[in-house]
T-cell receptor
Framework: KQEVTQIPAALSVPEGENLVLNCSFT??????LQWFRQDPGKGLTSLLL?????REQTSGRLNASLDKSSGRSTLYIAASQPGDSATYLC??????????????FGTGTRLTIIP | EPEVTQTPSHQVTQMGQEVILRCVPI?????FYWYRQILGQKVEFLVS????????KSEIFDDQFSVERPDGSNFTLKIRSTKLEDSAMYFC????????????????FGPGTRLTVL
């Protein structure tokens, strides 16, 4: 059974710093990995999707990497801003004959950017 | 920019009552999903729907749950007899494709419906 873990559970950094969020998964047989942002009491905003054949994806100040063989992904946020404060979730989509449509989510990292 | 919408944003119901949560997926998407998030816990998959039938469901999605696409735009989740433990945020999502094809299988989520069962 796929398990997705995100460490740390919470992170506080001063504004302007670069930071890295971590995601690990136990089964490397995946189609893709998505990073999401969730604001308190709100929905999930898709930030980046990395296909299993890719090593990284970039969108603005965000860069996500994927090392499928070791079961790890990182989300790098450059020049952090107070507006980046949110919970960041990673989710993987399994590669299998059955059950290959659902996303399996991690518990998230709650990020606080200190002005 | 196209987005997934959900109504209502908050639903309060008595235990044992039926509720219907509504979603309007992105218009050219073909795959539809329901997930839920109990307060403080992970987002959990409930069901996926394609071509007017359930394509996959989780253990959570028992006989009390059903989904329907009653017309060309709406996608609904019905809980027949709500329990206290059904209290959660319910998210609808959609994607253009699933399966192995490229970037089109990115899932886009709605803002959620907070269901409170008393």
């Amino acid at each position: 059974k796929q398990e997705v873990t995100q460490i740390p559970a919470a992170l506080s950094v001063p504004e302007g710093e670069n930071l890295v969020l971590n995601c690990s998964f136990t089964d490397s047989a995946i189609y893709n990995l998505q990073w999401f942002r969730q604001d308190p009491g709100k929905g999930l905003t898709s930030l980046l999707l990395i296909q299993s054949s890719q090593r990284e994806q970039t969108s603005g100040r965000l860069n996500a990497s994927l090392d499928k063989s070791s079961g790890r992904s990182t989300l790098y946020i450059a020049a952090s801003q107070p507006g980046d404060s949110a919970t960041y979730l990673c989710a993987v989509r399994p590669r299998s004959n059955f059950g290959n449509e659902k996303l399996t989510f991690g518990t998230g990292t709650r990020l606080t950017i200190i002005p | 920019e196209p987005e997934v919408t959900q109504t209502p944003s908050h639903q309060v119901t008595q235990m044992g009552q039926e509720v219907i949560l509504r979603c309007v997926p992105i218009s050219n998407h073909l795959y539809f999903y329901w997930y839920r998030q109990i307060l403080g816990q992970k987002v959990e998959f409930l069901v996926s729907f394609y071509n007017n039938e359930i394509s996959e469901k989780s253990e959570i999605f028992d006989d009390q749950f059903s989904v329907e696409r009653p017309d060309g735009s709406n996608f609904t989740l019905k809980i027949r007899s709500t329990k206290l433990e059904d209290s959660a945020m319910y998210f609808c999502a959609s994607s253009y494709l699933a399966g192995r094809r490229g970037f089109y299988n990115e899932q886009f989520f709605g803002p959620g419906t907070r269901l409170t069962v008393l």
